[in-house]
């Protein structure tokens, strides 16, 4: 889930506009996990605008610049917009698909470019940002209203099923293990990879092979 998606201006860091989709999840081991998350975001925003500048004053190539910061409950994607100087910035679950967000960024950092770049201009000139509230409903649209980039694998095949081809052995007991956990609804690969101690790239591997063998649905990843 995509908590939040923020519009910074690269030249002042200056919020332009916000989405807020849902609050950040609050473990029980912090109380504040909202003001915590959102204060370190912006430190991690302005140190990639200073890193930005520092580039484009020695000429650097900044024409594809993104920063991702993981923790353990939240995630915190950067997508830098040269030409309309802007940065796209994300809150999300750790286990949402960093690319999608990237991708579904750089939609968004385009799309506002073509529609606000007088009034970009302009309220730079004047710090008017009402204009903008306009484009909330292209972020919602673009991002699923939070959700674009959530990957639940789902199982096409019953239980029974399932056990008789790791008896035959079709996939073996450490994938077997992997299938048991497939719910459809809140196990992600990276949720998946944490429960059986392996990594993400490994639980991929068993996810591409359940599709090769039609025990899960595609995963269908968004076009963007």
Request: glycine share 4%.
């Amino acid at each position: 889930m995509i908590y939040s998606l923020y519009l910074v201006d690269g030249d002042s860091a200056v919020l332009l506009l916000e989405k807020v989709f849902q609050p950040l999840k609050r473990p029980t081991s912090q109380r504040d996990l909202g003001s915590g998350v959102i204060a370190e975001f912006f430190a991690a925003v302005n140190s990639f605008i200073d890193e930005i500048q520092a580039a484009m004053r020695k000429g650097r190539d900044i024409s594809n610049m993104n920063r991702t910061l993981l923790a353990e409950n939240s995630a915190v994607t950067m997508h830098y917009q040269p030409e309309a100087r802007v940065l796209v910035s994300a809150i999300s679950d750790p286990d949402d698909d960093i690319d999608v967000i990237i991708a579904a960024s750089k939609k968004i950092a385009e799309r506002f470019w073509k529609k606000h770049r007088e009034s970009l201009e302009e309220s730079r000139l004047h710090a008017d940002k009402v204009v903008f509230k306009a484009f909330l409903p292209d972020i919602e649209m673009v991002l699923h209203d939070g959700k674009i980039a959530e990957i639940f694998p789902r199982l096409q095949i019953p239980i029974k099923t399932l056990q008789r081809i790791n008896a035959m052995g079709v996939i073996s007991n450490d994938e077997y293990q992997v299938a048991l956990l497939i719910d459809g609804k809140t196990m992600s690969p990276l949720a998946i990879a944490k429960k059986l101690g392996k990594s993400k790239g490994e639980v991929m591997d068993v996810l591409k092979k359940f599709e090769g063998l039609d025990i899960i649905k595609e995963m269908k990843f968004p076009k963007l």
